[in-house]
Nanobody, 118 residues
Framework: QVQLVESGGGLVQPGGSPRLSCAAS???????????LGWYRQAPGKQRELVAS???????NYADSVTGRFNIARDNDKNTVYLQMNSLNSDDTAVYYC?????????WGQGTQVTVSS
């Protein structure tokens, strides 16, 4: 079992650059490096969507809407995955969720709200 806890959300001004963190703990924390990780978001009235992902081999993938603005990174020594967000706009307002999966194991964090507003 893996517990994921996101942090770093909140109220951000347009153009801001917050960084989200997701720390993993639990019995499977020692094999964190094997997990493929992702950040998803869900805006009000919309489906949850993949924002960025990073494999256990450090290959990354981004949604078109965030390419060039967001960066996903992982630190296996700290069991943490990050999402650096830049040039935020109102369309980025959503609850952001961390995901870890490995074979048939799939874990989600509780989510952190990011609201872009002046």
């Amino acid at each position: 079992q893996v517990q994921l806890v996101e942090s770093g959300g909140g109220l951000v001004q347009p153009g801001g650059s917050p960084r989200l963190s997701c720390a993993a703990s639990g019995r499977s924390g020692s094999i964190f490096r094997l997990y493929n990780l992702g950040w998803y978001r869900q805006a009000p009235g919309k489906q949850r969507e993949l924002v960025a992902s990073i494999t256990n081999g450090f290959a990354t993938n981004y949604a078109d809407s965030v390419t060039g603005r967001f960066n996903i990174a992982r630190d296996n020594d700290k069991n943490t995955v990050y999402l650096q967000m830049n040039s935020l706009n109102s369309d980025d307002t959503a609850v952001y969720y961390c995901n870890a999966h490995l074979y048939n194991a799939d874990y989600w964090g509780q989510g952190t709200q990011v609201t872009v507003s002046s």
